[in-house]
């Protein structure tokens, strides 16, 4: 699966932003998808991600209850909507899929198999 995310941009503190990540292929149902983050200097942490279906999600929790992930399955699309948005959110996003979902530990990157180019995202004071 190839992927493309896409809607970084400038925002102020306290904005709103919403990726899009866009997958090629016929089997992305098949895939759960995550969205991780790589701030300057920093190694690449989980931030949200969403189960085949959609029917379970997990966050991060440095952005629970601002950030929102979703999908459309019928449109090979997820969505994170960013909100509340500070300037520690600064980074450069970048969306993953892969074939486990658990819950029992935070997510990592060995845990996705296919990642997007990154989509960078700035966050003034």
């Known amino acids: 699966v190839q992927l493309q995310a896409f809607g970084g941009g400038l925002v102020q503190a306290g904005g709103s932003l919403r990726l899009s990540c866009a997958a090629s292929?016929?089997?992305?149902?098949?895939?759960?998808m995550g969205w991780f983050r790589q701030a300057p200097g920093k190694e690449r942490e989980f931030v949200a991600a969403?189960?085949?279906?959609?029917?379970?999600?997990y966050y991060a929790d440095s952005v629970k209850g601002r950030f929102t992930i979703s999908r459309d399955n019928a449109k090979n699309t997820v969505y994170l909507q960013m909100n509340s948005q500070k300037p520690e959110d600064t980074a450069v996003y970048y969306c993953?899929?892969?074939?486990?979902?658990?819950?029992?530990?935070?997510?990592?990157?060995?845990?996705?198999?296919?990642w997007g180019q990154g989509t960078l995202v700035t966050v003034s004071s």
């Open positions: 292929g016929r089997t992305f149902s098949s895939y759960v």
């Open positions: 969403i189960s085949w279906s959609g029917d379970s999600t």
């Open positions: 993953a899929a892969g074939y486990k979902w658990t819950m029992s530990r935070l997510p990592s990157v060995d845990d996705y198999d296919y």
